[in-house]
């Protein structure tokens, strides 16, 4: 791919990332340094991509290790970034704004707000301690009474049925075809 | 699909602006980092791309046939600044009776109390280029607080404008001192105009002349002018050493002396204020001052051509190749990216004059001022803009 295609592709998915990214993380400033370093990481490495065609579900397998890298460390890397000397733009409360309607976040929330609530205790205090605490499942194990396998069930569990609340535009063969 | 009646953030924009930049330079520096054939749409012309071929790859040849960039990064940044020095030393300059008239624009970000302020100045200096007989300089200076260019506001916050025009107010109370100051010493007249000096508020002005404003002169009673930090008398500057080299580690020795002197200013701050910094200037950012100032004054060219020599030793310092000012002049381009800021200095192509000057931030996180800490990427803290120089040889009159 030429770098003519990098910056078509950003042209042309930048506003489906960012929902995407925002979707998954819930903070815009972060979703733009994460977009801002997927498409770095897009550029250096664009002789591995096979073709414009292939750009889309290329582009949301590098933001999807991005996010992996950003739940994991809590921040973004800004490699590629630095390297190719990206500047980032800084998020504004009227960008931010739009960002949260474009990604839906708002009602997001409240959906899954709701689909909360609706969890049974058992499952709701597995995600609680595992995602909200960020306890390993030795912990999460140990602090329900139930041995860790039972605690990653749970878990597991949980975040199937939140996962059915947050509607997605992706579409599906997108983002296991990468 | 999502709703497309939202409109899209602006953000969107931006950063693809951004990555096409980044890409564009990216793509610059490769193809001068390798030595590559000539490319296809270059060579239209048949008689070329023999012409070409035959050269070989020599990275150097092609880029002398095809003028790709300016082989800065090939060539290194000391030979870069070595083709301005030369420039410098062929370039016309005024005679020791002539003037140099320049019309400059300076605009600079202030740390003020609760914010921070943004100032425009325009001059108008007229550069008397016997340093010899007269030591003064007329500058006549429209202050303004200017909106920056790129959207950028003027005043982050309402706090901030609030902030930045009660300064503001308060360097109006001072102009006004200078104006009515009593106790002016008077110097020798020229072309009728008496020039008169206030020693203890150390403005020039010329009297009988309607509206220009007062500003505190660059140049000192005793007839000094500052070059690398120093206060310096024209035999002193004579004998200020003309080896890069020697330019460059005196001007370090200065800038570390400068750099000493504001930390202790620093503790003497009240707290308050100290605690809105985090840190001031560091050794580094006063010699990059030092080293690419315009400093508007009748400076020897000889040793102007040194000091842009002497700037190839200031470490991070990077060739650039082409750049253009605000008015589309081209010119070579120079640039030191720290600490979340790039400085930026262009000398015109042909004459070699700074055009221009500027530092953008490309991270506000680094900032070392902690108001700054919250301005958009792309802010220019600082820039100076030659708008336009002639020699003159009297000064013209005014009103």
Request: glycine residues 8%; contains cysteine.
């Amino acid at each position: 791919m030429t770098h003519e295609d990098i910056s078509a592709l950003y042209s042309e998915h930048s506003p489906l990332l960012l929902r995407y990214l925002m979707r998954r993380t819930f903070d815009a400033q972060a979703a733009v340094e994460l977009m801002a370093e997927t498409f770095a990481t897009a550029y250096e490495k664009r002789a591995a991509c096979n073709g414009p065609e292939v750009g889309r579900a290329w582009v949301f397998g590098i933001a999807n290790n991005m996010l992996l890298d950003f739940y994991r460390s809590g921040k973004t890397e800004r490699r590629a970034v630095d390297r190719i000397g990206l500047a980032v733009p800084e998020v504004h409360d009227d960008d931010l704004e739009r960002i949260e309607d474009l990604a839906g976040t708002a009602e997001l929330r409240g959906a899954v707000a709701t689909a909360l609530r609706d969890l049974s205790d058992k499952h709701r205090t597995a995600l609680e301690l595992r995602v909200v605490q960020e306890r390993s499942y030795e912990e999460v194990a140990g602090a329900m009474g139930v041995s860790e396998d039972v605690a990653r069930a749970r878990v597991s569990r949980a975040l199937k049925k939140l996962k059915g609340v947050v509607e997605d535009a992706v579409p599906v063969e997108v983002i296991e075809n990468v | 699909m999502f709703d497309t009646n939202t409109e899209l953030p602006h953000v969107i924009a931006d950063l693809g602006r951004e990555l096409d930049i980044a890409i564009i330079r990216a793509e610059r520096e490769q193809r001068l980092t390798s030595t590559p054939p000539p490319r296809p749409t270059r060579s239209r012309r048949r008689g070329f791309a023999i012409a070409v071929a035959a050269l070989g790859v020599c990275a150097i040849a092609l880029m002398l046939v095809f003028g790709i960039g300016r082989g800065d990064t090939n060539v290194g940044v000391q030979d870069a600044l070595a083709d301005v020095a030369d420039r410098i030393a062929v370039s016309p300059h005024p005679t020791p009776t002539q003037f140099q008239y320049q019309k400059i624009r300076g605009t600079g970000m202030g740390q003020i109390e609760g914010g921070i302020d943004q100032m425009g100045q325009l001059y108008d200096t007229f550069v008397y280029q016997s340093s010899s007989e007269q030591e003064w300089a007329i500058s006549i200076v429209k202050n303004g607080r200017g909106r920056m260019r790129g959207g950028i506001p003027t005043y982050p916050t309402a706090k901030d404008r609030k902030n930045g025009e009660q300064y503001f107010d308060s360097f109006k109370k001072h102009e006004e001192l200078y104006k009515t100051a009593s106790g002016r010493k008077r110097l020798r007249a020229i072309n009728h105009r008496v020039m008169t000096y206030n020693k203890s508020h150390g403005v020039m002005g010329i009297s009988g002349i309607d509206g220009p404003e007062w500003v505190p002169a660059t140049w000192q009673a005793n007839g000094q002018l500052v070059f690398g930090g120093e206060m310096l008398t024209p035999a002193q500057l004579a004998k200020y050493p003309r080896d890069p080299k020697a330019i460059y580690d005196r001007m370090n020795a200065q800038a570390s002396k400068e750099w000493k002197a504001q930390r202790e200013l620093f503790a003497k701050l009240p707290a308050k204020q100290r605690a809105a910094l985090i840190e001031g200037p560091g050794v580094k950012d006063n010699l990059w001052v030092y080293l690419t100032e315009s400093n508007n004054a009748p400076l020897p060219a000889d040793l102007l051509a040194a000091r842009v020599r002497a700037l190839a030793y200031f470490p991070g310092v990077k060739a650039a190749g082409e750049g253009t000012d605000a008015f589309g002049r081209q010119g070579q381009k120079f640039i030191w990216r720290d600490r979340g800021v790039e400085s930026e200095i262009l000398f015109d192509k042909k004459t070699a004059v700074l055009l221009m000057s500027r530092a953008t931030v490309f991270d506000p996180s680094q900032q070392g001022v902690k108001a700054f800490r919250r301005v958009p990427v792309g802010t220019v803290t600082g820039s100076y803009q030659l708008i336009e120089q002639k020699t003159l040889n009297y000064l013209p009159t005014f009103g």
